[in-house]
């Protein structure tokens, strides 16, 4: 089962009109940093776009970290669940096919590109991205758990690692080169992490294995 971050700034429950405000603040940060970066994101205009009060905005977000921790918690929650398909490299590909087309998308696209710039240069906002990905390594960490199950790979796989590899090339190529992401790309990545997976390549050393 996915395990649910805290509620950080701007949590609500669902439903009523504080929910919707929620969303149509929450759609308007990410349209700002899909078309203009972090750089350009401010509450007021935030406020504006989702036009809602100010002083609502700035009561339950604080700051513009603030903000962007609550999108990507919203992200993480709303975010495709994970797929099982009764192999490894099938759920590697299902995985790494999300990937992409989340990486592909214009607007969610541009949208980690300005997080992951912000991240490194802003403690808060890494935090937040840290936490994005926390939940999204743990909902698909069970793929490589129940291929462990089934013999497909060896015995102490670390499932973290796994889940980091498939994505870790796609990221690679959004962030260092021109070239568009595409289905091909993603089914390699699946298939040399499943390939060093059951290679036995993301054994954990004993020190750091359980009873």
């Not at 962030?175 to 992401?181: Q, R």
């Not at 289905?183 to 290679?199: G, I, K, L, N, Y």
Request: net charge positive.
């Amino acid at each position: 089962m996915e395990a649910k971050p805290e509620a950080g700034p701007g949590a609500t429950r669902p439903g009523g009109r504080t929910a919707r405000v929620r969303a149509a603040v929450l759609r308007a940060a990410g349209d700002v940093l899909a078309e203009e970066g972090f750089a350009h994101l401010d509450l007021a205009d935030v406020a504006r776009r989702a036009e809602v009060g100010k002083t609502t905005v700035y009561r339950r977000w604080g700051t513009v970290t603030g903000l962007v921790t609550d999108l990507l918690l919203d992200m993480a929650q709303q975010s495709v669940p994970r797929t099982e398909t009764g192999s490894l490299l099938g759920d590697l590909t299902a995985n790494a096919r999300l990937v992409w087309r989340t990486l592909a998308d214009p607007r969610q696209g541009a949208l980690f590109r300005a997080v992951i710039a912000a991240a490194t240069c802003d403690a808060k906002a890494a935090e937040a991205l840290h936490g994005f990905y926390a939940v999204r390594v743990e909902e698909w960490a069970p793929c490589v758990e129940q291929a462990a199950a089934r013999g497909e790979v060896p015995r102490g796989t670390d499932p973290h690692e796994v889940i980091r590899a498939v994505s870790a090339p796609l990221y690679y190529r959004l962030l260092t080169t021109a070239v568009p992401l595409d289905e091909a790309a993603a089914d390699r990545a699946a298939t040399a992490a499943a390939v060093a997976a059951r290679a036995g390549v993301y054994v954990r050393p004993r020190s750091r294995r359980g009873p």
